[in-house]
């Protein structure tokens, strides 16, 4: 993974103090109150553009840890032994999440935590004009339809909520209509970007900045690149290329391009929440066997995401011996996207349209920088070997689950204990959104 600046610098910490006094006004708030007046909460309505922006860049953060756990153990990449809690070698991999867990509740409302600062930089989008307004709001609408999306990642054909009025008579869009209005954000985002004029009126971390997206015109490709992702999920092949297009993708370029989460050890800060030790006595997060046992001869992807330990480990009878490396320090940034996902996504689009020779273009770079040979696609191989490589590419990183279901394969998932488990497709809706007795 990418080694760009582990810690904050100086001045990116202090937003992300100055953020947390917003973000702690939001802390219990979940997906029912985003467009109410908060007349006893003056810090947050008084609060300045830069501090909503660094809060909502530190909220984007939130139980990311636990989203990439859920959604990489259903998608059987990985186990995750935690002897406090056995819900993640039960319900995860048995069937039945609990709609009141927090397994699914903590992520949710953390990312409708995170639309709540948006919305306040929507309002305080009101009160400016030209290219500062255009700005926030293209910064805004942006962050918003990601965090949607990746509520959806988790209930998919469950739906979504898109009604913030905290009227639980409001019912849950569909999957669909989630994903028009995800599409509707992202393009009216990319608009007001193209308005904005060569800098923001606010400044944005390391996680945007050392990759050349914290101006409008960065932040742009940052928004195609998410555009192309959602247009892919739907099969809407060419408008994922016309995307890509206007993204950062780049096979010249470093793989690990992209967008990050920081993390640091500073005051307030947060700490790389998958982070663990390889070597330690006892390991939680854990490579999938078949990771291993399905890896090709000599793919530095598995070398370079898990460790193979010299004694496995064996819990609730389930047993492995691959220690996750995805992240080498506890303030190892997390990508949100990187140019490798932008080439394969590219790949997927034009296998779609049956442009077997871009495709295999695409898939060989990723290859050569992963040490293997080329491949020559057909219309026999070419979404097996696409699935190959987003699955050692972006391993651990929230997309094999997805991208499993998206092409009716979770049949093809291992069932580690036949007598107890299954596949889950998707996640129930959170208790906390449905009306009693409805």
Not at 37 to 55: C, H, K, M, R, Y
Not at 166 to 184: Q, R, V, Y
Not at 345 to 361: H, S
Not at 369 to 394: F, H, M, P
């Amino acid at each position: 993974m990418k080694h760009i600046k582990s810690t904050l610098s100086q001045k990116a910490a202090r937003r992300l103090a100055q953020a947390g006094i917003a973000l702690a006004l939001l802390l219990t708030v979940g997906c029912g109150t985003l467009d109410i007046a908060n007349p006893n909460a003056p810090i947050v309505e008084d609060a300045t553009i830069q501090s909503l922006v660094t809060g909502t860049e530190a909220g984007m953060r939130l139980e990311m840890g636990i989203y990439l756990r859920v959604v990489s153990i259903l998608g059987r990449e990985v186990y995750y032994f935690e002897p406090a809690d056995p819900r993640y070698t039960g319900e995860l991999l048995f069937g039945t999440v609990d709609p009141g867990g927090f397994l699914l509740n903590r992520p949710w409302s953390a990312r409708y935590r995170t639309i709540a600062n948006c919305n306040f930089l929507l309002e305080k989008a009101q009160a400016l004009s030209g290219e500062a307004k255009a700005g926030v709001e293209g910064f805004a609408k942006t962050v918003i339809a990601y965090q949607l999306l990746l509520n959806l990642n988790y209930l998919d054909e469950n739906g979504i909520k898109l009604d913030f009025t905290g009227d639980l008579d409001a019912g849950f869009a569909s999957k669909a209509d989630a994903f028009a209005t995800i599409e509707t954000l992202l393009d009216e985002a990319h608009a007001s970007l193209g308005s904005a004029g060569a800098a923001f009126p606010f400044k944005l971390t390391d996680g945007f900045a050392d990759g050349g997206f914290d101006t409008p015109a960065g932040f742009a490709k940052f928004n195609r690149a998410i555009r192309a992702r959602v247009a892919v999920y739907q099969g809407k092949y060419n408008d994922a290329l016309t995307a890509l297009g206007a993204s950062f993708v780049d096979p010249g370029a470093s793989l690990d391009l992209g967008v990050y989460h920081l993390y640091g050890t500073g005051l307030g800060d947060q700490t790389n929440p998958i982070f663990e030790n390889p070597d330690a006595p006892f390991v939680k997060l854990m490579g999938h066997p078949t990771f291993a046992a399905d890896a090709e001869a000599g793919d530095a992807r598995f070398s370079n995401k898990v460790r193979v330990r010299a004694e496995a480990t064996t819990f609730d009878n389930l047993t492995s011996n691959l220690g996750v490396t995805l992240a080498t320090s506890s303030t190892s940034p997390l990508p949100v996207i990187r140019n490798e996902e932008l080439l394969l996504l590219r790949a997927e689009a034009n296998i779609g349209l049956g442009n077997y020779a871009a495709a295999e273009a695409d898939i060989n770079v990723v290859r050569a920088a992963a040490g293997l040979g080329n491949v020559t696609l057909t219309a026999d191989n070419a979404l097996t070997q696409l699935l190959y490589e987003k699955r050692y590419s972006l391993f651990g990183e929230g997309h094999r689950w997805i991208d499993m279901r998206r092409y009716g394969k979770l049949g093809e998932l291992p069932i580690d204990r036949p007598a107890t488990d299954n596949i889950i497709d998707k996640l129930p809706r959170p208790e906390t959104e449905v009306k009693e007795g409805g």
